[in-house]
């Protein structure tokens, strides 16, 4: 009986084990959670570990909590990745193996129009966004001495949907996204009205990393489930794969970060 208790107990402990994984909310948070339980189920049977989804209402509440460490591992933009490995020592371990590249977006205007226009709103989720907001504005004005907050009025939406979605009702003339948002965004007809009229450079993609609390031992048991996850579950994601990374790999992140001065 006491062998039994034990064994019991053992096996409870191990499957009481909590990791939190906080996703940046891209998209609204009922959508996030549609498509990352499956995911975190997944990945929660494979590891022996239960592994719960947590996002935010918005960009800036994400940042909040991810730099105040309330997540056990996150999924993040790569500017959110290098404050983080800064404040709490985050550890870059897992990435989709495409890279990640900013959009504009408009339903009216081209390209030629995006650098000639005066006036307007032009929309972006928010301040902190690196692919869809930084690095947008950063290119646009290095490489084109266009400096968007001179030429529009800003305003921040809170997520690449809410972006699409405004500037496609005609709440801005511009908007700032990724490739994968745009290509994953579920209003059929607000993306077929919208156009691409610039797209960045590429960076290393969003990087999932991992809090120094979370031991080694869990770190490995989730990194292989993520590099083996069948690719059906992930689809929804719109990633094809996971692939290892490493911290270092985020310096570029980091030098952009210091030329903004926001490091």
């Known amino acids: ?66 730099y105040s460490g309330q997540y056990d591992l996150a999924y993040m933009n790569p500017y959110h990745f290098v404050i983080a490995n800064k404040k709490l020592g985050l550890q870059a371990a897992l990435r989709a193996d495409k890279m990640i590249q900013g959009v504009v977006v408009s339903k009216n205007l081209n390209r030629s129009e995006l650098f000639e226009a005066q006036g307007g709103r032009f929309l972006f989720p928010a301040p902190k966004a690196f692919a869809a907001t930084l690095l947008v504005k950063y290119e646009l004005k290095k490489k084109y001495k266009i400096d968007l907050e001179q030429k529009f009025k800003v305003l921040y939406v809170n997520s690449h949907d809410s972006v699409y979605k405004g500037v496609a009702r005609g709440i801005g003339v511009f908007g700032g996204g990724i490739v994968r948002t745009f290509n994953n965004l579920s209003d059929s007809r607000a993306k077929q009205s919208l156009s691409i009229v610039y797209r960045t450079d590429t960076y290393p993609s969003h990087p999932i990393g991992f809090h120094p609390k979370v031991s080694l031992e869990d770190q490995k048991k989730v990194q292989e489930a993520f590099l083996k996850i069948p690719n059906n579950i992930i689809e929804p994601l719109n990633i094809k794969k996971f692939i290892t990374t490493s911290t270092s790999e985020y310096d570029i992140v980091k030098d952009l970060a210091l030329e903004l001065g926001i490091y």
């Not at 975190?40 to 994400?62: N, Y």
């Open 1 to 66: 009986m006491k062998i039994f208790l034990l064994v019991f107990l053992l096996f409870c402990s191990v499957y009481a084990k909590e990791l939190i994984l906080g996703v940046v909310p891209q998209q609204s948070p009922l959508v996030l959670h549609q498509k990352w339980k499956p995911v975190v189920e997944e990945l929660s049977k494979m590891t022996g570990l239960k592994i719960v989804f947590k996002t935010e209402a918005s960009i800036p509440l994400f940042e909040k909590a991810l």
